[in-house]
């Protein structure tokens, strides 16, 4: 069965470090997003992605995160200058959003430990 | 703001047991509600149900939902130790907004 892939599972960074999260949606799937679960915390939305642009990006996503597709098969969320609230977990999630309805699949995560 | 609220915060039973998990929310132009079960890493999907949907089963599992009083169940049914995890659930509004608003989810551990 197809599944979101996510690398890597664990990135410890030191704060002020700038890290690429990388994942590899679902191949037929169309819109991409990035959650984060800080640990105890809800999941968070952070941004979506369709057509190779940004459709919708939540407070928290602000000019230290950018996404982008490279190429046809990845998907990357970068933090330019991490701080220490950074860390948390960090799914990507991606839905083919047939007939409209927005089923979207998750990664295993990557757990990012900013120090 | 989207809200969702899901109870108990937590559950415990004993295997074999029926188990029902709440989820309530208020969204403007609901769309969507979708559980996931939680175990280790990534949310899981389970179901969506939508104005055509209200109500889905898979084996054991079960969930309804009720549009007017804004609110979804999730029940288990003869649970098994396997079922341990966080149930999650998540709402989208129109669709515009494509971002799933997550309540913070019901740990749900089955003693055998």
């Known amino acids: 069965e197809p599944e979101v892939t996510q690398t890597p599972s664990h990135q410890v960074t030191q704060m002020g470090q700038e890290v690429i999260l990388r994942c590899v949606p679902i191949?037929?799937?169309?819109?991409f997003y990035w959650y984060r679960q800080i640990l105890g915390q809800k999941v968070e939305f952070l941004v979506s992605?369709?057509?190779?642009?940004?459709?919708?990006k939540s407070e928290i996503f602000d000019d230290q995160f950018s996404v982008e597709r490279p190429d046809g098969s990845n998907f990357t969320l970068k933090i330019r200058s991490t701080k220490l609230e950074d860390s948390a977990m960090y799914f990507c999630?991606?839905?083919?959003?047939?007939?409209?309805?927005?089923?979207?699949?998750f990664g295993p995560g990557t757990r990012l430990t900013v120090l | 703001e989207d809200k969702v609220v899901q109870s108990p915060l937590s559950l415990v039973v004993h295997e074999g047991d029926t188990v029902t998990l709440n989820c309530s929310y208020e969204v403007t132009n609901f769309r969507s509600l979708l559980w996931y079960k939680q175990e280790k890493k990534a949310p899981t999907f389970l179901f969506m149900l939508?104005?055509?949907?209200i109500e889905k089963k898979s084996g054991r599992l079960s969930s309804i939902l009720d549009k007017k009083e804004l609110f979804s169940i999730l029940n288990i049914t003869a649970t098994q130790t396997g079922d341990s995890a966080v149930y999650l659930c998540a709402v989208e509004a129109d669709f515009g907004n494509e971002k799933l608003t997550f309540g913070t989810g019901t740990r749900l551990t089955i003693i055998p």
């Open positions: 999630a991606s839905s083919l959003r047939t007939g409209g309805y927005n089923e979207q699949f």
């Open positions: 992605f369709y057509n190779n642009e940004i459709s919708e």
């Open positions: 939508t104005s055509s949907g």
């Open positions: 191949s037929n799937h169309l819109y």
